[in-house]
């Protein structure tokens, strides 16, 4: 039986070995996070899945993620860490949904969150993040702005940019948006002097009382450069644990217990040894039609923001 440090030095061999760069998502495991070449939130991802030299990415995440990596660089063999991490949000809306709200509302410019699959991305004009997205929706120059699929993160930016018309739809991400004000209230009562943190997924009665609301790369650096000591983490518990490494004598608490987002922690340590062993990780392949249309709305989205 090997130790934790003797698998993630085999990983770091392998990867050198054979130029793998290693790509993962905040919410991943702190182990994961020890062996990956670069860390961040789903903007920062995908800045890095377009600029990174090596021939094979692998990302540990979830399947839009590992999508966007293979839009920006098709020349890349780009693999998933886990064929089962999908982001629920990413599938909440399919194509003829989206062809079907654009007959109804023409004109208006579609808006896509980055969580969706390459499919609707098709059907998308920009892609946004949570770190980016008010500042591209400013940027655009439609005023009338079809916002899919989370209607969290769109009320979010509406009330940022009132100078545009944003039209949201039903959907969200069922582990942010599960988050309820009376939780929030709980956490506030039970931590006086600490800071409320939350992501823009979360429903507005709780996005309304935070001291700070942004992407998880946001939250990690406000608590990082905060002169506070104490925080309510309000996104996925696994950013509590790596802010208690980068911090040890901060604290900080969950909002939720409840705020565990499944798909993200499917992935282990033996999956990222067994992805860049070969033995595993599905490979994600995409037609030359999807990707290029789906690429747009990505070009869109790192030249607005
Ligand atoms: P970030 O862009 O903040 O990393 O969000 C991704 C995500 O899936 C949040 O639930
Ligand atoms: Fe999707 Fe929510 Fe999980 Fe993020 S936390 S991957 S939005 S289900």
Redesign the pocket.
């Known amino acids: 039986m090997s130790t934790t440090r003797e698998l993630q030095d085999e990983i770091r061999k392998l990867k050198q070995e054979k130029d793998i760069c290693i790509l993962a998502?905040?919410?991943q495991s702190h182990d994961i996070l020890e062996v990956a070449d670069y860390i961040?939130?789903?903007?920062?991802?995908s800045e890095k899945a377009a600029a990174a030299p090596q021939k094979t990415v692998l990302m540990c995440?979830?399947r839009f993620?590992a999508e966007t990596v293979k839009i920006l660089s098709p020349e890349k063999k780009v693999l998933l860490s886990h064929s089962e991490a999908d982001?629920p949000?990413a599938r909440q809306l399919d194509v003829e949904q989206v062809q079907a709200l654009k007959a109804k509302y023409p004109g208006y410019a579609v808006v896509a969150y980055?969580?969706t699959t390459a499919d609707l991305k098709t059907v998308s004009d920009v892609c946004v993040?949570?770190?980016s997205a008010v500042k591209i929706v400013r940027n655009m120059k439609e005023k009338n702005i079809l916002f899919i699929p989370d209607c969290n993160l769109g009320a979010w930016v509406a009330k940022q940019v009132p100078e545009k018309k944003i039209q949201l739809v039903q959907g969200g991400?069922p582990?942010?948006a599960a988050i309820t004000k009376q939780e929030a209230l709980a956490a506030r009562k039970k931590y006086p002097g600490a800071e409320l943190l939350v992501?823009?997924?979360c429903v507005a009665d709780v996005v309304e009382m935070a001291d700070y609301i942004?992407?998880?790369?946001?939250?990690m650096n406000y608590a990082k450069n905060s002169d506070h000591q104490e925080f309510i983490i309000g996104?996925?518990n696994s950013i509590i644990q790596h802010l208690q490494f980068e911090c040890p004598d901060k604290r900080f608490y969950p909002l939720s217990k409840h705020l565990v987002?499944r798909d993200?922690k499917l992935t282990t340590l033996a999956d990222v040894y067994h992805c860049v062993k070969g033995d595993t990780g599905e490979e994600i392949t995409l037609s030359d039609e999807v990707r290029l249309a789906a690429k747009k709305c990505l070009d869109a989205m790192l030249e607005l923001g």
């Open positions: 998502h905040a919410y961040g939130d789903s903007y920062g991802l995440g979830v993620m982001c949000m980055i969580n993040t949570s770190a991400c582990v942010h992501h823009p997924e942004g992407s998880t790369t946001g939250i996104t996925e987002c993200m």
